[in-house]
């Protein structure tokens, strides 16, 4: 019996040491394992650390050659007429031609034109049309600006061009010129119509309703006839160029020289762009002024 016990005992202590020994070796494994698995999360964690760094180079490298300014592409700024010596010469010389007012009426051209777009301005090097609409988005629209601008030299260009073949009259810029100075006499003395109306225009989904129920109110008989058709223009008519949009174009114009602090500034302007070309008064007789200015074209 003594030695069953002994024996017992001995296969007992053996078995306790055997399992002391494996768990050692288990713990030991396990902290390995852990070790390994620490080792493979940084690697994957460099791995991704490296593909988003190789993105961000070949984003920069194709900015970079996006945005890379060519000398072939600015060869025009060091011409002898470039844009550097000819100051806004040059800028009006490219609205009127881009514009094209010989064949285009004048609500025609602006709405087509891509100088009224600033957005083309973002790339002002990659063309000379580029950097001319890059230029007249970065005019300082302050009167103390404009007048800078709007020189002698640069007001006789536009008489002249304007004079040429009855070009102020057939385009129509006679009744769009003519219209603007009626509306200005009409709200100078209550503005309050042109903040709506600009309000009502920025907003991301402009509410035309509204503005043209505005516009409506504002509206004379006068104006309306130098917008109509018959006394418009001589040039075909587009589908979307009638009376009701060339209102809008009247007093959305005034509604931004109103906003930008210009606008007695851009009155002047208009003012005697349109007495220089046709001698008249606008405050005189309308109709008789459009019939006499018709006999002597």
Sequence with gaps: ??????????????????????????????????????????????NMSLTLEKKELAVNKEDLMYNYVKEESISYLLEKDSWITTDNKKLLAFIFEDMNLEKDDLETAIRTSWMFYPAYGENP????????????????????????????????????????NNLYKNCGAYSIVKSLLLAYEDFKNDKAPLTQIYQLASKSNPDDDAIEAIIKSMATKEILDALSDSNYTTYKKY??????????????FWARRYHEGNLEFAHSILKELHQNITNEDVLANSDQMTDDYNQMQ
């Design 125 to 164: 090097f990659w063309s000379e049309d580029y950097f001319a609409n890059y230029m007249m988005a970065k005019i300082n629209r302050s009167p103390e600006s404009l007048e800078k601008i709007f020189t002698t030299e640069i007001k006789e260009l536009a008489y002249s061009v304007f004079k040429q």
């Design 239 to 252: 589908a979307f160029t009638r009376q009701e949009t060339r209102l809008f174009t009247i007093y959305t």
């Design 1 to 46: 019996m003594k030695k069953k016990m002994l024996l017992i005992f001995i296969i007992s202590v053996a078995l306790s040491c055997n399992s002391n020994k494996d768990r050692e070796k288990l713990v030991q494994l396990e902290q390995e394992l852990e070790i390994q698995k620490n080792k493979n999360d940084s690697l994957l964690q460099s």
